[in-house]
């Protein structure tokens, strides 16, 4: 850390563009009381701020500033000493760290001095500081960064170093290491609240001989004199309380945006400037009663929608309801449980494929764990006994025991499955009510101008009054909340009937579904231990527990299968165990070399179109399990429902179900066999392009390339064992006959979406007819303002609610 400041600082700065002189710090804004730390026209409060602004120079990232104008925090020049050193002891670090491997460490740090786009654009090119800065990634609601390290180069220590030297020092609480993180809301905005408050009440108290008429008051020249105070009472609301909308309308203006607090802000503006040229004239008593009271009913609007989201709580409902499971083992008993009943202590057996649900110690002799969930890295890694396996982990090769350190930390997984490494064809997603409201902001200005021009002409005082009264009755939050709070509390309501969704933006695709792609095994078939049986060569008590040791380390349905009916009670290890995507398993077990798979795979030729598993022992072919698929209840309803909708059904194995299925899904349904992963993928391309919106339902094993593919990936699971971050929902395999109805249900929402759209666009309407003719004060309107905005969050809960009452009541199922 401290060479890359010293050469930042030592060398030679790179020729800067001039714009120009200004006695405020160029980096944070602050007056600067020494005019002599500059650099060339750029002045600076402080050596710190000047460091700040040459270590982002030298780096070329200056871009910083073009998107806000001082966007940086004030910092105190000097070392950050011994201040971090604390975080030189390893243990302190691992609890705070994430993950970690040979190479690469990941951590999450709250960071409360993010506030605007500049502060995410810096943080995220914070690799452009240090080589050692991997990756970063900035949850701007939450206030964290999720900065990813390469330990052999820089020091968790230094990270937090480089972070405070910019002035984005974390919130690191050592009290609370084993606690869950509470943050507490901004103070800033408290103080706003308040002062704003405190103003408006004394502001109306002095204004009571002007609203009494009181003809003495102004005789003695009180009127004049309360009119001074009020004026200085409305300074730090005009000054400092209202910036909570002069910096989001600034933004958005750099943004090349109109947002709603611009007409806000013109309408604060307005009555400041308005009201001080009335005193200093002595031509009125001004607005500044309305001014102070508009400022203070906004912001208790705005504090009041975020108690009322946070009460919501969608996103604690929705990682409530968080479907992975895992294999408990105590002694040689092995029960399948959800994470929210796991603690730290359990042993869990993780097979092939299977995610490590948290931080966790290998009990096994070795283990592949592939961290790609977690860095976007997929070379595995191998762990020996003892070592430290961390959450989010992929187990690659033969199932393994391992022992929590940690609880499960649902809300931890959900932010992985959130991760931008997954989210690609998720970038086109655009919000409903993002596209409808573009030109809102516009017509709002121009009836308000065109309005106070008209009232002008009749009385100046009520041309003020109207023109400021348009601009914040007419309110877009209402529209802005429509799609978040109907989708998200049709999120919460999916994940009550076993359909866990990623986002909102996945109900909508949903709705809009033209396409639905089935896998067959273990999609619309389930596992079961009756439906298979050996054909070939007996099988010995030996073989049959040297199979079962290699298929209880696959999630494979099939594998499953064999599973139970080859059950025994030695479990003898494994060695290099492989699972061939679209061909088998193999692996060594008491010396002797078994594959199960394909039986193109393993005989070198298909026989016959029927369905299972063959087996090789030291490379003779002794037989086959047969599968009889037992297919899901409720299957043949469930598909005579979605006809509507195109259907197609995809499969690695061979043709021998398709006269029964043919019997399901009709003659002209595309099926397609012996499908590899890569030809799946390629089907949904091909289906793709043809405009379709396209949903597969998979397995989220050998499916996950044409789930990500898809324009809605739904991994079904039988146990909720396996988790694909690829797909884009999973879907309890006892709710999947419920499919039309989560289709109806999302088409549904999304018209209830519309619907708070209409209602709020009428309430816009009828407000602004009042605005116009003068009847409504800026108070008022600002007392409505929030009004339409909880009225949005009502009928978005309210219209889902009645959508979830019609759709999931018994016997109605038409999409």
């Given at each position: ?113 993010i506030h605007c786009a500049s502060c995410i654009w810096l943080l995220e090119n914070l690799y452009k500081l240090h080589p050692g800065i991997n990756a970063v990634r900035v949850n701007f609601l939450r206030r964290e960064a999720y900065i990813t390290f390469d330990h052999n180069q820089t020091s968790f220590r230094k990270v937090v170093e480089l972070l405070a030297t910019i002035g984005y020092e974390p919130a690191i609480n050592l ?51 309360f009119g001074y105070l009020n004026l200085l009472l409305a300074l730090p609301v005009f000054f400092y309380s209202s910036t909570e909308f002069f910096r989001s309308a600034w933004w958005g203006l750099r943004q090349g945006s109109l947002n709603i ?555």
């Amino acid at each position: 850390m401290g060479n890359i400041f010293a050469q930042n600082i030592n060398n030679p700065m790179p020729k800067t563009v001039s714009v120009g002189t200004d006695l405020s710090c160029y980096h944070c804004g602050d007056p600067c009381a020494d005019l002599s730390i500059r650099i060339e026209d750029k002045t600076f409060c402080c050596e710190g701020c000047k460091m700040v602004y040459e270590i982002l120079n030298t780096n070329e990232l200056c871009a910083y500033y073009d998107l806000e104008k001082h966007p940086g925090l004030q910092i105190k020049a000097g070392k950050t000493g011994d201040k971090f050193a604390y975080l030189d002891h390893e243990e302190i670090v691992g609890k705070l760290i994430d993950f970690q491997d040979d190479q690469f460490t990941r951590a999450t740090f709250f960071i409360p001095q993010i506030h605007c786009a500049s502060c995410i654009w810096l943080l995220e090119n914070l690799y452009k500081l240090h080589p050692g800065i991997n990756a970063v990634r900035v949850n701007f609601l939450r206030r964290e960064a999720y900065i990813t390290f390469d330990h052999n180069q820089t020091s968790f220590r230094k990270v937090v170093e480089l972070l405070a030297t910019i002035g984005y020092e974390p919130a690191i609480n050592l009290e609370q290491l084993d606690k869950p993180a509470k943050k507490s809301g901004s103070k800033s905005f408290t103080y706003k609240l308040g002062i704003a408050g405190f103003a408006f009440g004394n502001i109306m108290l002095m204004s009571f001989p002007e609203y009494l008429g009181l003809s003495h008051a102004t005789e003695i020249g009180l009127t004049s004199w309360f009119g001074y105070l009020n004026l200085l009472l409305a300074l730090p609301v005009f000054f400092y309380s209202s910036t909570e909308f002069f910096r989001s309308a600034w933004w958005g203006l750099r943004q090349g945006s109109l947002n709603i607090d611009v007409p806000v802000s013109i309408g604060i503006i307005t009555l400041f400037f308005r009201s001080a040229y009335e005193i200093f004239t002595h031509t009125g008593a001004g607005f500044l009663d309305s001014l102070a009271g508009l400022v203070f009913f906004l912001l208790v609007g705005k504090w009041f929608q975020n108690r009322t989201y946070q009460s919501l709580s969608f996103e604690r409902d929705y990682t409530a309801y968080f479907p992975v499971a895992a294999t408990r083992k105590k002694g040689e008993t092995e029960s399948e449980v959800p994470l929210s009943e796991l603690t730290a202590g359990d042993n869990l057996l993780i097979r092939n494929e299977g995610l490590i649900p948290a931080d966790s110690v290998l009990m096994s002799s070795e283990a592949k764990i592939d961290y790609s969930f977690v860095t976007g890295e997929s070379n595995p890694v191998t762990r020996k006994k003892g070592d430290h396996l961390y959450a989010g982990g992929r187990l690659v090769g033969a199932a393994v025991e391992v022992a929590l350190l940690k609880d499960v930390s649902q809300s931890y997984l959900t932010q992985l499955w959130n991760n931008n490494v997954f989210e690609d064809k998720k970038k086109g997603v655009k919000g409903i009510t993002d596209r409808f409201g573009k030109y809102f902001t516009i017509v709002v200005l121009l009836t308000a101008f065109a309005s106070g021009i008209y009232w002008y002409t009749i009385d100046f005082s009520l041309a003020i009054q109207v023109f400021t009264a348009v601009l914040i009755v007419a309110c877009p939050c209402a529209l802005a909340l429509a799609g978040p709070i109907t989708l998200g509390n049709a999120l919460r309501i999916l994940g009550r009937k076993h359909l866990y969704l990623k986002h909102t933006a996945v109900v909508e695709n949903m709705a809009r579904t033209d396409h639905v792609v089935f896998d067959k095994t273990g999609t619309i078939t389930k596992s079961g231990g009756d439906d298979i049986h050996w054909e070939g060569k007996a099988l010995t008590t030996e073989e049959k527990g040297w199979i079962y040791a290699l298929v209880r380390n696959s999630l494979h349905p099939v594998s499953m299968k064999i599973a139970k009916i080859t059950e025994s009670l030695s479990n003898q290890e494994v060695g290099d165990y492989q699972e061939i995507k679209g061909k088998g398993i193999q692996g060594e077990v008491a010396g002797h070399e078994l594959k199960i798979g394909s039986e193109s795979w393993i005989a070198g030729q298909m026989t016959e179109a029927r369905s299972g598993a063959s087996v090789s022992i030291d490379g003779l072919y002794r037989g086959t399990f047969l599968v009889s698929n037992q297919y899901r209840e409720g299957i043949d309803e469930m598909i005579t429902r979605l006809e509507p909708i195109p259907l197609s059904v995809l499969s690695g194995d061979n043709q021998g179900e398709e006269p029964f299925l043919r019997t399901l899904f009709g003659t002209d349904t595309p099926m397609l066999w012996n499908q590899s992963p890569e030809d799946k993928m390629h089907y949904i391309a091909q289906v793709q392009s043809n405009a379709e919106k396209v949903m597969m339902v998979g397995d989220g094993l050998n499916d996950a390339g044409a789930l990500a593919k898809s324009d809605i990936g739904l991994a079904v699971s039988e146990n909720i064992h396996h988790f694909s971050p690829a797909c884009d929902g999973i879907l309890d395999a006892k709710a999947l006959p419920m499919l039309p109805q989560f289709i109806r249900f999302s088409k549904l929402s999304l018209k209830m979406v519309w619907l708070g759209i209409g209602i709020s666009v009428l309430y816009n309407l009828i407000g602004l007819g009042i605005a116009i003719q003068g009847y409504l004060t800026p108070v008022i309107a600002a007392i409505l303002m929030p009004v339409s905005s909880i009225s949005a969050v009502i009928i978005g809960l309210v219209s889902t609610e009645m959508v979830r009452q019609k759709v999931f009541k018994k016997n109605h199922f038409n999409i």
